[in-house]
């Protein structure tokens, strides 16, 4: 039997260096929040044969001066393929700034045949209000989420059920946050998305086990409350690693075609939420136990 209140130091240690490497690449990299979230234009090309996402970027920004992000999209239905260019800042595109780009673009890509096909701009106030409901339905969320199982395991103490499993989520959101930044994705819809469905995934295995130590309870009431623990978290440890292990590889397998595609709206989403199904596993085995252990401890030793 694995012995997880006993070796908490070292998972505590590895949450706490992966938050600084976190934190380090915050400062180094900075958040770059999309255009989702901050306002500028959206500007789509029909185009023929191949265009490098990657080149077509760095003509814009060289162009216009302004953070871009750059789509491949192929209708497999139709055969068409258009290239979207996301170009964050407060305006659209005046004219004379369109006929630059169209200009840069047609020269950089002389066979792709490009052509002008739709047009938007994305207001800052939007994005600012649809971010602001983003972070609200997290935190809404969040809350609720711990008020059931506050009220759902009175018997094996509620308030640090609820209390231990709202910091393994922050957990969680922090690792998908962090995820964004290490690997200077733009902050978009796609992590609003991942972060609200780790949030359930994670809970979701934290209950499996906060019910198995209550169906334990009972057996182990003359014995030390870390065994009550550990052995229920060894009881559901296969399900929580077959459970993470299929939905964990076919995640993988949206990435690899995703990568093979170059469709980078999928990736932005497929590897942050594989990230989190990892630590949504990690944390609630190797981290939410143990601290439930510790608060356990801390409240007896307070009564004595």
């Not at 265009?51 to 068409?80: C, F, P, Q």
């Not at 939905?247 to 990736?267: E, F, H, K, P, Q």
Request: proline fraction near 2%; hydrophobic fraction near 45%; glycine fraction near 6%.
């Amino acid at each position: 039997m694995i012995k997880f209140y006993k070796n908490r130091k070292i998972y505590f240690t590895i949450s706490l260096v992966i938050m600084i490497v976190g934190i380090v690449a915050l400062f180094v990299n900075g958040i770059e929040l999309s255009i989702q979230f901050k306002g500028g234009a959206i500007i789509k090309y029909s185009y023929v044969g191949e265009i490098d996402a990657g080149r077509a970027a760095e003509k814009v920004s060289e162009v216009l001066n302004r953070t871009t992000e750059v789509h491949l999209t192929d209708d497999m239905a139709t055969g068409s393929k258009k290239i979207e260019l996301n170009l964050s800042g407060n305006s659209g595109l005046e004219a004379s700034e369109q006929e630059k780009l169209d200009e840069a673009l047609k020269k950089e890509f002389p066979e792709a045949q490009l052509e002008l096909a739709e047009s938007n701009v994305v207001e800052p106030f939007i994005g600012k209000r649809t971010l602001m409901n983003g972070i609200t339905a997290i935190v809404l969320t969040s809350l609720f989420i711990i008020l059931y199982v506050r009220f759902r395991f009175k018997k094996i103490s509620g308030m640090s059920a609820g209390v231990i499993g709202l910091i393994a989520l922050f957990h969680d959101v922090m690792v998908v946050f962090f995820t964004f930044i290490v690997l200077k994705m733009p902050i978009n819809d796609s992590f609003i998305a991942v972060t609200l469905t780790i949030i359930g995934y994670s809970i979701n295995d934290t209950i499996v086990i906060y019910d198995r130590i209550r169906e334990n309870q009972p057996y182990f009431q003359k014995r030390p409350f870390e065994e009550l623990v550990d052995t229920s978290i060894n009881q559901t440890l296969s399900r929580s690693i077959n459970t993470s292990v299929a939905t964990g590889v076919s995640i993988l397998i949206v990435c690899i075609l995703a990568y093979i595609y170059n469709i980078d709206s999928i990736m932005t989403f497929a590897v942050p939420m594989l990230v989190g199904i990892i630590s949504g596993c990690y944390s609630t085995v190797c981290l939410a136990g143990p601290m439930m252990v510790m608060w356990h401890n801390r409240k007896q030793t307070s009564e004595l």
